[in-house]
């Protein structure tokens, strides 16, 4: 499975953006997906993630970002609203699917990344 993430741009504090995410390659089902924020200096942290189970939102973002996934496209959204400088950084999409019918093996792929910053 492979992630193209896209959206990703400079915007004022207070400004609004939406990442989009879509897996494609082979594959018997997709699991979860979502994304992460990782800023200068700082690990890799949950934003959102979205499976067979309610969104599971990071603390930080929580009423602030909204994300809905297309199943027939095999695409997630990121709705950012009232950004804040702490939310720059890099956002990585994340997958989890099982790649064969028949076994219950479960695995993760990353997006390559989408930059995003919030500036006064």
């Known amino acids: 499975v492979q992630l193209q993430a896209s959206g990703g741009g400079q915007v004022q504090i207070g400004g609004s953006l939406r990442l989009s995410c879509a897996a494609s390659g082979r594959f018997r089902k997709l699991n979860d997906m979502g994304w992460y924020h990782q800023g200068l200096g700082k690990p890799r942290e949950l934003v959102v993630t979205?499976?067979?189970?309610?969104?599971q939102y990071g603390d930080s973002v929580q009423g602030r970002f909204t994300i809905s996934r297309d199943y027939a496209r095999n695409t997630v959204y990121l709705q950012m609203n009232d950004l804040r400088p702490e939310d720059t950084g890099v956002y990585y999409c994340i997958c989890k699917y099982n790649p064969y019918y028949g076994r219950s093996e479960e695995r993760t792929t990353w997006g390559q990344g989408t930059q995003v910053t919030v500036s006064s």
């Open positions: 979205i499976g067979d189970r309610n969104p």
